[in-house]
């Protein structure tokens, strides 16, 4: 295995890590909390997909950096070695802040649909 598989294998678990990990941790936090998810999930989660995205494929690019090629070291080419992994940690971030809004809004909505009818059945007095 070269460092280009290596790569386009770390950019497709870049892509998919970060979202799910925000939709894992959106479930979990869901079936622990009975009145859904916080506002604080939306604000961290989101945040944190943007440091994702930010920091995760330049992290990756110093664990295993591109081998060392003659040709490219004395200026006679443009070396974009890594690239792919940026580009997968920017679509993973991306993807993990749809997934957090996503799981929010879900949330939510199950959250808003429990109140209603519970107001609807005389359960809850508002």
């Not at 995760?56 to 295993?64: C, D, K, R, S």
């Not at 679509?91 to 809004?101: D, F, N, P, Y």
Request: aromatic share 10%; net charge positive.
């Amino acid at each position: 295995m070269d460092y280009n598989d290596f790569e386009l294998i770390a950019a497709v678990g870049l892509c998919l890590i970060g979202p799910l990990a925000a939709v894992t941790s959106a479930v979990l936090l869901h079936r622990r909390r009975p009145d859904g998810i916080s506002h604080w999930y939306l604000l961290c989660g989101i945040l944190g997909s943007i440091l994702y995205g930010f920091f995760a494929g330049l992290m990756l690019i110093e664990l295993f950096p591109p081998p060392y090629v003659p040709g490219l070291s004395e200026g006679r080419g443009l070396d974009l070695r890594g690239i792919i992994l940026i580009l997968g940690s920017w679509v993973g971030g991306l993807l993990a802040g749809l997934g957090t809004m996503l799981s929010f809004a879900i949330s939510q909505s199950i959250q808003w649909r429990r109140k209603r009818k519970a107001l609807q059945d005389g359960k809850l007095v508002a």
